[in-house]
């Protein structure tokens, strides 16, 4: 349950960096979405970083699955977007 509303937190983060570059008009105190990205960035970049089993750039299980989905796909995806939402602050 605990990712059962992901979908609503990836629109989200879409919607704070649409506001934060100026792509989408401003409904939010710009504060707000300031902080909102600051902190999408630092969870994402804690993503990559991981937990130093499973996922991220440290991971020790690296043979399932899910690792090589990780390493070539999700990793560099979070690296990305947290990049991306430093360079909208």
Do not use: E, H
Not at 2 to 8: E, G, R, T, W, Y
Not at 63 to 80: E, G, I, K, M, V
């Amino acid at each position: 349950m605990l990712f059962a509303n992901s979908s609503c937190v990836v629109i989200l983060d879409a919607c704070l960096l649409g506001i934060q570059g100026d792509l989408l008009p401003l409904a939010l105190p710009s504060k707000l979405v300031g902080w909102g990205c600051l902190l999408s960035a630092i969870a994402f970049g804690l993503r990559c970083i991981g937990d130093f089993k499973y996922v991220g750039l440290f991971k020790t299980n690296r043979t399932s699955r899910f690792a090589r989905y990780d390493y070539f796909l999700f990793t560099p995806l979070c690296l990305w977007l947290s990049w991306a939402f430093f360079y909208a602050l």
